[in-house]
């Protein structure tokens, strides 16, 4: 093997999963490498790898955000990990925490919080309590696979509708139609809303970036019923990634607004920590023709650097490209309809409803 020729090896994609490697997390002692010995029989596929299924056990459940970039300030995420497998995933460093990789750990070692309902309607009984809209499901998607079987999201759902607890919902999965019922009498008091991340209409690019989300089409026939229920649904353009997805921006807002959208958002390609190698990989794997396009042209956003970091920027970029991407996102939006936005959540409703060992209150 060459001198450089272990820079210049390109992972092989697993079959069903987005990230090529399990690169070292940041906290690891030791970090491991694979390499092309040359031995025959090196290339042959793999199997596919099983997503395991773990046990998080966490005292509190409503996370507190302070960030000036998103429009909520409490958020609950019932799992951790994403079986999704987006390549692009912001969400991906945060399995280093746990001493795995951000990597294939990120979408096949899941953990999951089953006494998350639970702790929920405990936090949201507390005295100091002050009611304002959670995000469900923000960090990763809380209609991943494995919600099928744990049912988890529509439990936390359950008490949600119970205290009059106002959420929003953001997902790639049509599984948020099963929970229909719950949504329509939520949103028939002002109390959800829900959003769905539309990357690509093309199929192929779909199965490659996120090959364990629901299909485009199905986000799209979700949200054509969510709305249909009397759910207020949005559209999400995002990632949005120079050189790739960036020229469908237009036929996704507008394909959103025939299936019901009232709203629209996007974020521009984030590469924080791991995400970079990672997504890099799947570049080289995927589009290697378009590689070097996509990285100048987030250099040229970020001052030389694929990423920053910095409030306001982060998630829409500076300069020309980042400003053409703006201007043409207003337009679409507004020739859509979907600069009406959806309507506000209601926080006047919520209640702490009696639960068995409570004293009845003096009249």
């Given at each position: 093997?060459?001198?450089?020729?272990?820079?210049?090896?390109?992972?092989?994609?697993?079959?069903?999963?987005?990230?090529?490697?399990?690169?070292?997390?940041?906290?690891?002692?030791?970090?491991?490498?694979?390499?092309?010995?040359?031995?025959?029989g090196s290339g042959e596929s793999r199997p596919p790898l099983r997503t395991q299924l773990g046990i998080d056990?966490?005292?509190?459940?409503?996370?507190?955000?302070?960030?000036?970039?998103?429009?909520?300030?409490?958020?609950?995420?019932?799992?951790?990990?994403?079986?999704?497998?987006?390549?692009?995933?912001?969400?991906?460093?945060?399995?280093?925490?746990?001493?795995?990789?951000?990597?294939?750990?990120?979408?096949t070692r899941l953990f999951h919080k089953p006494d998350a309902p639970t702790r929920l309607a405990d936090e949201?009984?507390?005295?100091?309590?002050?009611?304002?809209?959670?995000?469900?499901?923000?960090?990763?998607?809380?209609?991943?696979?494995?919600?099928?079987?744990?049912?988890?999201?529509?439990?936390?759902?359950?008490?949600?509708?119970?205290?009059?607890?106002?959420?929003?919902?953001?997902?790639?999965?049509?599984?948020?139609?099963?929970?229909?019922?719950?949504?329509?009498?939520?949103?028939?008091?002002?109390?959800?809303?829900?959003?769905?991340?539309?990357?690509?209409?093309?199929?192929?690019?779909?199965?490659?970036?996120?090959?364990?989300?629901?299909?485009?089409?199905?986000?799209?026939?979700?949200?054509?019923?969510?709305?249909?229920?009397?759910?207020?649904?949005?559209?999400?353009?995002?990632?949005?990634?120079?050189?790739?997805?960036?020229?469908?921006?237009?036929?996704?807002?507008?394909?959103?607004?025939?299936?019901?959208?009232?709203?629209?958002?996007?974020?521009?390609?984030?590469?924080?920590?791991?995400?970079?190698?990672?997504?890099?990989?799947?570049?080289?794997?995927?589009?290697?023709?378009?590689?070097?396009?996509?990285?100048?042209?987030?250099?040229?956003?970020?001052?030389?650097?694929?990423?920053?970091?910095?409030?306001?920027?982060?998630?829409?970029?500076?300069?020309?490209?980042?400003?053409?991407?703006?201007?043409?996102?207003?337009?679409?939006?507004?020739?859509?309809?979907?600069?009406?936005?959806?309507?506000?959540?209601?926080?006047?409703?919520?209640?702490?409803?009696?639960?068995?060992?409570?004293?009845?209150?003096?009249?």
């Amino acid at each position: 093997m060459s001198q450089d020729s272990a820079d210049d090896i390109v992972p092989a994609p697993r079959k069903g999963r987005g990230a090529a490697t399990n690169r070292t997390g940041r906290y690891e002692a030791l970090h491991k490498e694979a390499v092309d010995d040359g031995w025959p029989g090196s290339g042959e596929s793999r199997p596919p790898l099983r997503t395991q299924l773990g046990i998080d056990a966490a005292r509190r459940v409503i996370s507190r955000n302070d960030s000036p970039d998103v429009a909520f300030e409490l958020s609950v995420n019932p799992y951790r990990g994403c079986e999704h497998g987006c390549s692009y995933c912001f969400a991906r460093p945060t399995h280093a925490y746990l001493g795995l990789s951000p990597g294939l750990d990120f979408e096949t070692r899941l953990f999951h919080k089953p006494d998350a309902p639970t702790r929920l309607a405990d936090e949201l009984a507390h005295p100091d309590y002050v009611c304002s809209p959670i995000a469900l499901g923000i960090n990763t998607d809380a209609y991943q696979p494995v919600e099928r079987r744990t049912e988890l999201t529509r439990s936390l759902l359950e008490v949600c509708l119970a205290y009059r607890q106002p959420i929003s919902i953001v997902t790639k999965s049509a599984l948020v139609e099963r929970d229909a019922d719950l949504l329509s009498e939520m949103a028939g008091l002002g109390l959800a809303q829900v959003f769905f991340s539309v990357t690509t209409l093309d199929g192929t690019l779909a199965r490659a970036l996120e090959p364990r989300a629901s299909a485009p089409k199905r986000r799209l026939e979700a949200m054509s019923r969510l709305s249909a229920a009397g759910v207020p649904s949005g559209v999400l353009f995002a990632p949005v990634i120079p050189a790739l997805n960036d020229h469908e921006m237009e036929q996704v807002l507008h394909a959103a607004a025939e299936a019901g959208a009232s709203g629209a958002g996007y974020v521009m390609l984030r590469l924080p920590r791991e995400v970079k190698p990672l997504f890099t990989e799947w570049l080289q794997a995927h589009a290697p023709g378009r590689a070097e396009h996509v990285l100048s042209l987030l250099r040229q956003m970020h001052g030389g650097r694929e990423y920053e970091a910095e409030f306001g920027v982060r998630m829409r970029g500076r300069g020309v490209f980042a400003d053409l991407v703006a201007q043409r996102f207003r337009a679409a939006r507004r020739r859509e309809g979907l600069d009406r936005g959806l309507p506000p959540l209601e926080t006047g409703h919520f209640s702490v409803p009696p639960r068995s060992g409570d004293q009845l209150s003096l009249l």
